[in-house]
């Protein structure tokens, strides 16, 4: 890509809702005599949200909020539009006499219908449209065998990816070295969150702060922790996560600061954490040259049609924190009151609705994608079709979680359980894994009763271990048997 010079440019936020060590505003100061910014609450994608009363809007709202504050101390403004950016950012780009509009590259397979359209009216106009990697290290066919094909397996990406992972990489954009391009306008007041159609919601309650600052003081606080991150991760009640996901999907923070974070740190703590961030670029590139788990399809064909019995109303239950399990109905009751499910217990509660449950992997994947403030398509696909052996890299399809050890295991004390399933409170912790064992003694003593004041398990595990077996079993034969 040639440094083509251009009087007026447009940087377009989208993923990267930060005004530091952002590669497309970097470059767009870098590339023209006057930048403007912008903004556009998206309306294909808010219309099809059927909950007004999302947090990530919330979340992307304040963040918006943040940031135009931000530029306004540096003179300018941000121009926030409501509408559909196939039409918006073309028609802002004529009005503004802009030559060109920069922006992140992105991923999802409507992200990329969208700016495929931007450019293409652009273009019609004579106006550039430049996009730049500003949301993973790696991107695309960066990394690759040595036979030049995509990895479908981790570990073999990660130590490939490792040997090209260099200072350059994760150098920061110096932004501020800039900022007097930045147009000198006032752009029109931020709309209220109740003008998009969305209403407020607990977010304001929890322990989550928005912007760049809540992501500044998330990073502060974790890098006090880093090094035992490995011994604490996998612990709902402790904490123990960076708690940053939320913040490295809408690009409050920088993945390239993370990455320096996680290197400058010599613990086994921070070495985990650094897989776990290359785990997300692992799953970008999965997106990328297998498109087709976008959209719902297995990444293991043999697995796109397993026989799930799909039953509603365990569904339901699941849905609701009400299947028995009581680890698995404390997650699932985390994610509706908070938006937020902690990473162990997405696996425990997508195994169990697979593999226990014998729901489509999909059906979850799409609960999800509609609940997780954090969503993001590739890491939910990627997790999803870990949990369901159907993806690239997943659990073998003959080791099935155990809800139950699960619990024992990674809750010992009990202490996730009640703080989201109240009613257990008074179990202790060893009757509070399976409620359903004790006593009816015991049951009247701590009055909860098992069957009224909470649910007795809505199936077998062990049987359904085995009539799960029997389904993937099916398959492969099948599979081996069309070789």
């Not at 969150?193 to 989550?208: A, C, D």
């Not at 938006?339 to 697979?354: D, E, K, P």
Request: aromatic residues 12%; hydrophobic residues 40%; glycine residues 6%.
């Amino acid at each position: 890509m040639t440094n083509k010079q251009f009087h007026i440019g447009l940087a377009w936020f989208r993923r990267d809702l930060r005004d530091f060590d952002n590669a497309p505003l970097y470059e767009a100061l870098q590339r023209c005599s006057q930048v403007y910014c912008v903004f556009v609450f998206d309306t294909r994608i808010l219309d099809r949200l059927a909950d007004k009363a999302d947090r990530r809007v919330e979340f992307i709202w304040e963040s918006i909020k943040e940031l135009k504050a931000t530029l306004k101390e540096h003179g300018s403004d941000l121009i926030v539009l409501h509408g559909d950016p196939r039409r918006c950012i073309p028609e802002l780009a004529a009005k503004l006499d802009a030559d060109a509009v920069f922006s992140a590259r992105d991923y999802e397979p409507d992200a990329l219908s969208r700016d495929k359209e931007v450019a293409l009216r652009l273009s019609e106009s004579g106006k550039d449209f430049l996009q730049f990697k500003d949301q993973v290290i790696f991107e695309q066919s960066e990394v690759l065998s040595q036979a030049d094909k995509p990895f479908g397996v981790f570990t073999p990406y990660k130590n490939a990816y490792l040997k090209k992972l260099d200072l350059p990489q994760v150098q920061a954009y110096p932004v501020e070295r800039h900022v007097s391009k930045l147009a000198r306008f006032q752009a029109d007041a931020l709309p209220a969150l109740e003008h998009l159609g969305f209403q407020r919601t607990n977010l304001s309650n929890m322990r989550l702060p928005t912007g760049m600052s809540g992501g500044r003081k998330l990073l502060e606080d974790f890098k006090g922790r880093i090094s035992k991150y490995g011994d604490t991760r996998d612990y709902p009640s402790l904490k123990g996560p960076s708690y940053l996901s939320v913040h490295l999907r809408f690009g409050t923070v920088s993945i390239r600061e993370l990455f320096r974070t996680a290197l400058s740190v010599r613990s086994r703590g921070a070495d985990i954490w650094l897989s776990e961030l290359i785990w997300r670029d692992f799953y970008f590139q999965i997106l990328h040259h297998h498109p087709r788990v976008g959209i719902g399809r297995a990444f293991k064909p043999s697995f796109e049609s397993l026989a799930f019995e799909n039953d509603t109303g365990l569904f339901q239950a699941w849905r609701e924190g009400r299947t028995g399990y009581p680890l698995v109905d404390a997650a699932m009751r985390q994610l509706n009151l908070t938006g937020y499910m902690h990473n162990r217990l997405r696996m425990v509660t997508a195994s169990f609705l697979i593999k226990d449950l014998l729901v489509d992997w999909r059906w979850g994947e799409r609960y999800f994608a509609d609940k997780l403030i954090d969503f993001d398509l590739s890491a939910n696909n990627g997790g999803w079709q870990w949990a369901a052996s159907t993806g690239c890299d997943s659990q073998p399809w003959f080791r099935i979680f155990n809800p139950i050890t699960q619990s024992e295991k990674f809750d010992p004390e009990g202490n996730f359980i009640r703080k989201y399933v109240p009613e257990l409170a008074g179990c202790n912790k060893k009757e509070i894994h399976a409620p359903w064992l004790m006593t009816e003694q015991r049951q009247n003593e701590l009055d909860i009763p098992i069957g009224r004041a909470y649910p007795r398990p809505v199936v077998d595990h062990a049987s359904r271990r085995l009539r799960a077996l029997e389904i993937y079993k099916s398959a492969s034969n099948k599979d081996q048997n069309n070789e």
